[in-house]
């Protein structure tokens, strides 16, 4: 069974390697290990409590078994644009119109804006490939949801992701080929690499600062604004299902959109539940590694949070019985508290009717 | 005898058969009946004094009294309404920490030539334009201008018709101006004419350009002059008068400009205070530009003669008064 866990300074190299598997058009996680050891030792700081709650960045690893490897990857960004300038365009709009003309033209513009700084942004997420299974991805994904909840003193009400933007197989992108390269001859990859290499904001403030019609852009770019690339589209439905929506804002490189929701709103957070943990000893492990986890289970140790996926949660609301080995995982005794949450928003209401 | 002189509401007919001919785009002198016989009424009435707003038209007649050519000053370039153009500009995007440096040329929407004086409106035969008489109609307005000094700005400017397609279209209109208007350059143009140009600047797109984005034979067309308009533009340089970074917000065609006083004929308009009528020319004798006459009474011809005392000796039997004061330029000047 899978379990999540703040990353260490002993993950170094899994997160090198896994960076280097992500590729272009994964700004979070840059293909440079000096660049990569920096963001460790950020994480690793903020979990210890060492960095200012607004500069935090937190990062969570996911292993397929207690002793494994680190097969994944995911963060919080606790605030963005603190301590750099977080640019995205806003997609509005122009009217011109005229009675005596018979004239009423509506142009979509880009807008530069900052608006979107001091909100909490969940992102970086990654998981090699051997490991897409076992829902892993959601897993990984949905910890988010559960540290949120825990901890929601930490971060935004404004919660935010940003949608890896549409690229072709050979990763250009159509948006960036009719914007952003008008500006600096240089190919995606490259703005990409910078742009994850915490140079973002030099890029950035090379950008037009001036809107754009959007009819002045390429077709092909046009029609990439606010479009995920397709292997991100299993994620974008999967926060859409947690209430997360697009709020109108889109990446200034790649045009993928932003999706929004208030902290308090996400439907994990809010189906989310404390309960108080009851151990059985020596019980046969209920989770062959064929039955798909339908729950996940968090404790409540800030520097220590533990995440494991379960097939199924003996719970009455307000008491879980766990088994030694997740409670073990989960760093809890008898007693302590947990917060449980089913994996999928369709799952919690299957469950109360069947309750019922 | 050729001569220039206000236009009147008798022009009108011979105004749109004129009009037919030619096929650059004159906002000023619309392509409707009825418009155009409000446009040279308002002409009266600014050579009448009564509006000094009014664009002054003036006509071009042959000895045997048909029309052959028109011009126009604009006294405040957009009247009592803000006046358009893009202002080319740049902008340098740079970054020390990644070392690059880039100039992006971006096209600011400007009304800072409203209220310049904007000579317009000129309609001449190719033919004729390399004839004396192209100088007779372009500068009869800068004799017109120095007896009416106080009518006009200190700064005159030339909205030079820019790059259209042998259909008419405008590349420039076809990337910018159509995407916010949904409709063509004929049909703009056609709309410029009935509701006025600042009517339909007025739905520009309001934010900066940036040229980048624009096709590269769109930006290639920005700031250059049609062919057609060579004649004019060597006369504006030869009289000072300087290419701006202003284009018109239509076709992209560059706006010339310049200070009245500084333009060469101006310096070089010298009063007369009477005429004498002789029969023969002498040695002295050359080409020259004459006027008489104030608002609508205003006529200005190109002579053979002699300026002596004060008093100019003219060859040819004219239509002037004898003994009346007047303007005089020497055609040799700006040639």
Known sequence: ?356 | MWQVRPLGSEDLAAVESLLQTTTLRLSTLPDNRDKLAQSIDAAQQGFAGKDTLATLLFGLQDGDGRLQGICGIQPYAGADEPFYSYRIDELVHASRHLGINQRQTVLYLSHELTGLTSLCSFVLGSALKKTPLFHLLSRSRLLYMAAHRYAFADELICEIQGIWDDNGQSQFWKHVGELFFGMDFITADRQCALHGKTVIAELLPPYPIYNTLLPEEVQEVIARHHPATQRTIDWLQAEGMHKTRFVDPFDAGPTYRGKLEQMASMQAIQMFNSINIQESATEHSSQWLLSQGEGADFVCMMLTGYLQDGVFHCAESTMLNHGTPGLLLALEVAE
């Open chain 1, 1 to 356: 069974m899978s379990v999540i866990r703040p990353i260490t300074e002993q993950d170094l190299d899994a997160l090198i390697l896994m960076a280097h598997e992500s590729g272009v058009g994964f700004t979070s996680l840059p293909d440079n290990p000096e660049l990569l050891s920096h963001k460790l030792e950020r994480a690793v700081a903020s979990f210890r409590g060492e960095l200012p709650a607004d500069d935090a960045h937190y990062m969570f690893v996911i292993q397929e078994t207690v002793d494994g490897p680190p097969v994944g990857v995911c963060g919080i960004e606790a605030r963005i644009g603190q301590n750099d300038v977080f640019y995205n365009y806003r997609l509005g709009a122009v009217i011109q119109a005229s009675k005596a003309l018979s004239v009423y033209r509506r142009t979509p513009t880009l807008f530069l804006s900052n608006d979107l700084t001091g909100a909490t942004e969940i992102g970086s997420l990654f998981l090699r490939a051997p490991a897409r299974r076992n829902r892993n991805g959601s897993i990984l994904s949905k910890c988010r949801l559960l540290f949120l909840a825990a901890f929601p003193e930490l971060f935004s009400q404004r919660v935010i992701a940003e949608m890896r933007g549409y690229s072709d197989e050979q990763g250009q992108s159509p948006f960036w080929d009719g914007l952003g390269r008008r500006f600096f001859n240089i190919e995606f990859g490259d703005a990409d690499f910078l742009t994850g290499s915490g140079d973002k904001v030099f890029i950035a403030e090379l950008m037009p600062k001036f809107p754009i019609y959007v009819p002045m852009l390429p077709v092909s770019a046009q029609e990439a604004i606010g479009v995920v690339h397709p292997n991100t589209e299993p994620a974008l439905a999967m926060l859409l299902s947690e209430g997360f929506r697009r709020n109108g804002y889109v990446d200034i490189f790649d045009a993928g959109p932003t999706i929004e929701c208030e902290l308090d709103r996400i439907n994990g957070v809010q189906r989310s539940m404390v309960v108080t943990v009851d151990i059985i000893e020596n019980a046969h492990t209920a989770d062959c590694p064929e039955t798909p986890p339908r729950w996940l289970f968090s404790n409540d140790r800030f520097s220590d949070f533990r995440v494991i996926g379960s097939a199924d949660a003996q719970c009455d609301g307000t008491r879980i019985t766990l088994r030694r080995e997740q409670a073990n995982m989960l760093l809890v005794e008898s007693g302590d508290t947990v917060r449980i949450m089913a994996l999928k928003p369709e799952e919690t209401k299957n469950d109360q009717s069947t309750s019922d």
